[in-house]
């Protein structure tokens, strides 16, 4: 058997660094030593299968038996590649996020604003064969957070996405273009340099609106690739 | 040529998509009923720097079948919400012998990978089996510093009952695989 092609290494300043003292909860969570570097084995190019009847798709956050949530109704739609450009289908694209008040449908959330019984905040996609997915969703309101002086959380929604290697594994934040708190999010500063924050950063694309009815933001997302093609390999 | 998207921590609030049915690959009217191979209990408390339990991560394994095939169709993914002590548990086939690189062979592993808040991006280690005799042919625990490696090796309670803990910072702290 033919080893598999190993992933490229990550890009310097593409990701966030582990320690990051300015969002304190890193602090005792963060492990000291380097990970150890190991080959791609069959183990990390692989992936699960989740284009299967055990992960039905749930694109559809706007509604609850068919009552509508509060708030400014979107769609929500991207592009999953892998730093090759090549498209990634059957990828898992699992999203949560918080109510249009800033309120996550979440025992733990003690903020004080409304829950939406019409707003559960939860979805899951899985790319098509040119790998797009989408969604319908409403847009999340401001939180506050202890970090550990008070402050907001930016508007975003949590991403989490399986690709074709378990390598490839991410879990992400999309925010919202023009966003004032993203500033002095400490989060969001700390995802890596100007280029990789601004990724992070969905845009509004009139594409994607529905007249009368939804506004429309691209979120393409970009899982790690192979250091070389196939065909290179060869 | 495109970096990949930047990691974001998973939060507080990711239960908001945890299934906890996922974490027993073998249940019932899941993808892996009736799958043939020995069940185990893959279980453990992950700790911080200060040795206080981790109660809100996101755990997740992937792993081969008992013949260790990744292709079987045996779907080797699991998820866990850690409980109030820390605590993950998977109730799962103990895979087989994985090939490795250069025809070489891997000893059976299980990926553990840890997201949570004040992680910025997902860790990821592995569990092996303590006194499995292929360990010492293994070629990612050849990596793995001697004074270290038994951060890897899940140990045998009872019978089908294996414990990893996982130390995320300081003395004794696990050793997370980048691949």
Redesign the interface.
């Known amino acids: 058997?033919s080893?598999p092609i190993?992933?490229r290494p990550?890009?310097a300043g593409?990701?966030?660094?582990?320690d990051?003292p300015s969002?304190r909860?890193?602090?005792?969570?963060?492990?000291?030593?380097a990970?150890?570097?190991?080959?791609?084995?069959?183990?990390?190019a692989?992936?699960?299968?989740f284009a299967?009847p055990?992960y039905a798709p749930h694109t559809n956050l706007s509604v609850v038996d068919g009552k509508a949530a509060m708030g400014e109704r979107i769609i929500v739609a991207g592009r999953v590649?892998d730093?090759?450009?090549r498209p990634v289908p059957n990828a898992m694209v699992?999203v949560?996020q918080a109510n249009a008040s800033g309120r996550?449908?979440?025992a733990?959330?003690q903020h004080d604003a409304p829950l939406d019984p019409n707003f559960?905040?939860?979805g899951?996609v899985i790319t098509d064969a040119e790998g797009q997915y989408r969604f319908t969703s409403i847009r999340p309101g401001a939180y506050p957070w202890r970090n550990p002086g008070p402050g907001w959380r930016p508007q975003h929604i949590?991403f989490?996405l399986h690709g074709t290697g378990?390598?490839q594994?991410?879990?992400?934040?999309m925010y919202f273009p023009g966003d004032p708190l993203l500033v002095m999010d400490a989060?969001?500063l700390?995802?890596?340099d100007e280029?990789?924050?601004e990724?992070?950063v969905a845009v509004l694309d009139p594409e994607l609106m529905q007249p009368d009815w939804a506004l429309g933001y691209r979120f393409d997302?970009?899982?790690?690739?192979r250091a070389a093609t196939p065909f290179e390999n060869a | 040529?495109?970096?990949?998207?930047?990691?974001?921590?998973?939060?507080?609030?990711?239960?908001?998509?945890d299934f906890p049915e996922w974490a027993d690959l073998l249940r019932a009217d899941?993808?892996n009923a009736g799958a043939a191979g020995e069940r185990i209990i893959l279980t453990g408390r992950i700790t911080?720097?200060?040795g206080?339990v981790?109660p809100d991560a996101m755990v997740?394994i992937?792993q081969?079948d008992a013949d260790g095939r990744?292709?079987s169709g045996f779907?080797?993914?699991g998820r866990c919400a850690t409980d109030g002590d820390g605590v993950y548990r998977f109730v799962t086939l103990k895979p087989g012998a994985?090939?490795?690189?250069?025809?070489g062979t891997?000893a059976p592993?299980i990926?553990i990978?840890i997201?949570?808040?004040?992680?910025?991006?997902?860790?990821?280690t592995?569990a092996y089996f303590s006194g499995d005799a292929r360990l010492g042919d293994d070629?990612?625990l050849a990596?793995?510093p001697q004074a270290r490696r038994a951060t890897l090796l899940a140990r045998q309670q009872k019978s089908g009952l294996w414990r990893l803990d996982i130390r995320?910072?300081?003395e004794g702290?696990?050793?997370?695989?980048?691949?």
């Open positions: 058997m080893d190993p992933y990550i890009a593409s990701q966030p660094p582990l990051l969002y909860s890193t602090g005792k969570r963060h492990p000291m030593a990970p150890v570097h190991i080959p791609t084995t069959l183990t990390e692989s992936a699960p299968n299967t055990w590649t730093e090759n450009g699992e949560w996550y449908h979440h733990r959330d559960l905040g939860r899951r949590h989490g378990f390598a594994r991410l879990i992400t934040q989060v969001f700390g995802g890596g280029a990789a924050r990724r992070l997302i970009v899982l790690r690739g | 040529m495109t970096d990949a998207t930047a990691s974001q921590t998973a939060g507080p609030f990711w239960h908001m998509i899941g993808p911080d720097g200060d206080a981790v997740e992937w081969a990744y292709d779907h080797g993914f994985v090939p490795g690189p250069g025809n891997q592993h990926v990978a997201f949570a808040r004040g992680l910025m991006a997902g860790v990821m592995r070629p990612v990596l793995v995320l910072q300081g702290e696990t050793v997370f695989l980048a691949a």
